[in-house]
DNA sequence: ACCGAAAAATATGTATAATATAAGAAAATA
DNA sequence: TATTTTCTTATATTATACATATTTTTCGGT
């Protein structure tokens, strides 16, 4: 079978969204399908099929790439080429030490530093939460997100933030897994609650570690769930 | 005065060392340039002109000025182009608050985790940095350095020792200077016995403590240093 | 049939060229 | 003289071409 190949289209061709440079949208597109799934771990990224799925030439899709490996999301092997990171255990375990102690910096930091609007704001993202009676799995990831991000916010640290969101997204695939435990959204929310009380009270040791136990609490649910399923090896 | 223009080369050609790609030659060379000021916060960073001066293609040097916008050593501004980041006493104070948790998580898990060779390890690098009396500055900051990574790699924890190591560049600059204050060495040196002994004795929560309290006490004297010779807002 | 080496195919790394956009200067108008 | 508009120029962005390394395939020998 020679000449034309046909290769699969899993990525959409890009639209030109405003005036965002090609490369981040690659990068998007690229982030969003290795999230989802689309593209698997341990798969092959060659830059010249990823660049004719998605109608863009190579320069772009590298750039993507490279920031995609910065981010942990590739691996980038010199002189052969590309491949969507796997990730372990281990992997999971890691981002999970360190996100307890930064989510219990940033609320520390948050009891000093939170304004009445931003308590406000987060009294209504879970009332939200709660009022909708049976949200679907994708309201409540969002519901969760929301909080997170406006407890980092109010760290009015900015490293701090973009370091956080890049360890949530790490882990991102197994979020709804574990918010979908029976249960585990009602003590989430009971959780998020403390840790707006002790806000409230500009108590920062206390915040500290409620969002320390919280992330705690969420990473043996997290691995409940994986070690049933998985073998103790790779997660996939 | 038409025709060619010179420009100033401050930017070394590269040598083609190894396998190392280009651009990670190229990145080496451009971020050592900025830690060392020879490219000053603010400057614009040109493709043409870097390539040039390097004598490489713009291609390397785009991939360069990418990896080094993630790691918050550039700013780009879409379609305008590349620029030195600064650096404000609040970024900072910021990266100092995170080390803080940081340095103090990876003391604990190493406290948990290190083995007895590597206790020699860091011994031997106390024992260097004790020794020869008078060291110059540069060996200073070597063996503090060397100390840290130490510590890192004992937390076994991959991505919690690369945060580190980027956090540790973004302040590269400042680390000369604090260490430079008369009796900072000999304060540092005893800090850091004193976390080699809680690491050996097994003792997680002192390690912890010991080590953010040492990162806290080198966040004061650098900011001591900085607001006597700075400025409020910019430092550089 | 099973290695092993050479050659072809394929992909990455690098360079160069083409295109689009933004900033600045000059000119025209009020 | 001030202000707006147009044109030029410089530069980022994207595309393509070329060189080099790696992988695969094929063919010959044992």
């Known amino acids: 079978m020679k000449g034309e190949t046909f290769v699969e289209k899993r990525l959409l061709p890009v639209i030109l969204d405003g005036y965002k440079p090609l490369r981040e949208i690659v ?9 989802s799934g689309v593209l698997k771990p341990g798969e092959r990224l060659m ?8 109608g863009v030439s190579r320069t772009p899709v590298r750039e993507a790439i490279r920031k995609l490996e910065l981010e942990n999301f590739v691996v980038m092997i010199p002189r052969k080429g590309a491949y969507v990171a796997g990730v372990s255990l281990k992997d999971v375990a890691d981002v999970f030490e360190i996100r307890s102690a930064l989510e219990g910096l940033a609320a520390g930091l948050a009891a000093e530093r939170i304004t009445e609007d931003e308590l406000e704001q987060m009294e209504q993202v879970l009332f939200y939460r709660v009022s909708e009676g049976a949200l679907d799995l994708e309201q409540i990831v969002k519901s ?16 701090l933030i973009s370091i956080l969101e890049n360890l949530r997204e790490q882990i991102q695939r197994f979020r709804a897994t574990s918010l979908a435990v029976p249960g585990r959204n009602k003590l989430a929310i009971e959780e998020h609650r403390m840790i707006v009380e002790a806000l409230r009270h500009h108590n920062s040791e206390e915040a500290q570690s409620l969002a320390m136990a919280h992330i705690v609490t969420a990473e043996n649910i ?4 994986l070690s049933l399923k998985n073998d103790p090896d790779k997660v996939d």
């Open 27 to 35: 990068f998007e597109s690229m982030r969003e399908a290795i999230l």
């Open 47 to 54: 830059e010249i099929q990823l660049a004719e799925e998605m």
């Open 144 to 159: 969760d997100t929301d909080f997170h991000a406006l407890v980092y916010k109010a760290s009015r640290n900015e490293r």
């Open 222 to 225: 997290t691995f409940d769930c």
